[in-house]
């Protein structure tokens, strides 16, 4: 199995980035994909994820900022960050586990993802 993600870089604040989380060795509509990020010096924490059954869920600090979505047909699943702000600079991890438990807040952990991509690197500019 392996997750790629991709579409980090630098955005200035209000900008808008799109990340995007390419899966591959996996039955991809079988999985809930999650969002996560770490900041420097700072524990990785849930930012967002999508179930097998489009059922999208996001933290507080990116609700009405952050949309996430999946496409099945290309084992992937974005992310749309708007209205960034210098706190969100981060690196975000994308990480997948088969939608196996119906408790939503079983997703919010690290400990309950199978399947972790290498990261991108996103930066906002004050």
């Known amino acids: 199995v392996q997750l790629q993600a991709s579409g980090g870089g630098l955005a200035q604040t209000g900008g808008s980035l799109t990340l995007s989380c390419e899966a591959s060795?996996?039955?991809?509509?079988?999985?809930?994909i999650g969002w996560f990020r770490q900041a420097p010096g700072k524990e990785r924490e849930w930012v967002s994820y999508i179930t097998s059954t489009d059922s999208a869920i996001l933290s507080d600090s990116v609700k009405g900022r952050f949309t996430i979505s999946r496409d099945n047909s290309e084992n992937a699943v974005y992310l749309q960050m708007n209205s960034l702000k210098p706190e969100d600079t981060a690196v975000y991890y994308c990480?997948?586990?088969?939608?196996?438990?119906?408790?939503?807040?079983?997703?919010?952990?690290?400990?309950?993802?199978?399947?972790w991509g290498q990261g991108t690197l996103v930066t906002v500019s004050s």
């Open positions: 990480a997948a586990v088969p939608q196996r438990i119906d408790w939503s807040g079983y997703y919010y952990y690290t400990a309950s993802y199978d399947y």
């Open positions: 060795g996996l039955t991809f509509h079988y999985y809930t």
